[in-house]
């Protein structure tokens, strides 16, 4: 939200002139404040920032208060937590964010019409064909492969464990798939994490054998590659490979996305395109465009790229098209706009576990987009 915006915002409540819609956004707002401590800031920014907006605000509490009335009074208080906002404005982030990812905690006190955050969600193929809905699946061991034990770990995770490591069986791939409005880490039988976003599927062997460990990947997932200098770890997303000896490293490879984007964050990573091979250092990103036989390399926003691990979206100034591009798949929704909104800027971090009214409200109050919800559609409009 630009500062102006929310200032008006404040001023109209104050002076009793906001609509009983805005009443209703401002103070539901200042509810959340509670979790913004989640933000990090040094002491030396914290104190720097808000004693400048403090001083801001109090000298226009001081200009006006003679003339409130005593019943108004205590919509001063609302300044005084504005002072919150607007720190987080000036450093860049105006919602708080959450660190690690943790349990979805589905509640049952929803706005009408509201619509709950994705969470562990999963299908794993097995070789035969056979499918086990991971989230209905009881912890302990699913299966065998081979010579490899299929465990649901208490925490989870699905773990691949390699009973005889010297035996040489027949290769078996195993496929997990994550829905719209899921996500789900596996352990490969390599030790590799794997941590899938949502819509996305990862085909692996039971057992790697032979001169590399190939993946196959389709939409995003976060890699921690177990080093072995011997086997390198191969990730491939339509017509990029991506190969590595052990790394941490992102990958977007969405089918109704243009780019795929690799995103390194540790180690080294090779990016192969046809005949063409870009080589990345942590902090960079390779992009692959469709249709294009050249690979681009530039510095990435890790935040962004990395904020859906950690349990936010992080939107860094994103068109609203974008925005609920991601939106979508974590929620599991379709997208209807109405009027001219889908080119409007966005831009914030947020909770990825939180409803989708809590995004829904805080771009109506940043960039005036109005919305409705009817079953699982959610409606845009200026």
């Given at each position: 939200m630009e500062k102006q915006r929310f200032l008006i915002l404040l001023d109209k409540y104050i002076n009793r002139q906001a609509t009983q819609e805005e009443q209703g956004l401002l103070e539901e707002y200042y509810k959340r404040?509670?979790?913004?401590?989640?933000?990090?800031?040094?002491?030396?920014?914290?104190?720097?920032?808000?004693?400048?907006?403090l001083q801001q605000i109090q000298s226009r509490i001081a200009s006006e208060e003679e003339h409130v009335e005593p019943k108004l009074k205590r919509s001063y208080k609302i300044w005084y937590m504005a002072a919150s906002i607007l720190l987080l404005l000036t450093v860049g982030s105006y919602f708080y964010e959450a660190k690690t990812p943790r349990?979805?905690?589905?509640?049952?006190?929803?706005?009408?019409?509201?619509?709950?955050p994705g969470s562990n969600k999963a299908v794993l193929t097995l070789s035969n064909g056979k499918e086990i809905v991971l989230s209905d699946a009881d912890n302990g061991v699913l299966t065998n492969q081979g010579s490899t034990q299929i465990v649901k770990k208490a925490n989870?995770?699905?773990a691949y464990q390699v009973e005889n490591k010297d035996a040489n069986p027949q290769t078996l791939f195993n496929t997990i798939t994550i829905p719209r409005g899921g996500q789900y880490e596996v352990i490969l039988p390599d030790g590799t994490k794997v941590l899938l976003n949502a819509a996305s599927s990862l085909t692996y062997p039971t057992q790697f054998n032979g001169?590399?460990?190939n993946v196959e990947l389709k939409g995003?997932?976060?890699f921690e590659v177990a080093k072995r200098k011997a086997m390198p770890f191969v990730v491939k997303t339509s017509d990029v490979e991506i190969k590595v000896l052990g790394t941490h490293f992102n990958i977007s490879a969405y089918q109704d996305d243009p780019v795929i984007t690799t995103t390194l964050l540790e180690g080294s990573v090779s990016i192969n395109k046809g005949n063409v091979t870009a080589l990345l250092k942590p902090g960079q990103q390779g992009i692959s465009r469709s249709g294009l036989k050249t690979v681009s390399v530039q510095n990435a926003n890790i935040e962004q790229v990395m904020g859906w691990t950690k349990g936010s979206f992080v939107f860094a100034d994103l068109s609203i098209k974008e925005v609920m591009k991601i939106a979508s798949r974590w929620y599991d929704i379709d997208v209807e706009y109405q009027g001219n909104v889908q080119s409007k800027k966005?831009?914030?971090?947020?909770?990825?576990?939180?409803n989708i009214t809590e995004l829904l409200d805080y771009m109506?109050?940043?960039?005036?987009?109005?919305?409705?919800?009817e079953g699982r559609r959610v409606i845009l409009m200026n």
């Open positions: 404040l509670d979790a913004l401590s989640e933000l990090e800031l040094s002491d030396q920014e914290e104190s720097k920032f808000q004693q400048s907006m349990p979805v905690v589905q509640t049952a006190n929803l706005k009408a019409n509201d619509i709950l989870g995770e699905l001169q590399q460990r995003e997932a976060y966005f831009g914030g971090t947020i909770s990825r576990y939180k109506k109050i940043t960039g005036g987009v109005n919305y409705k919800i």
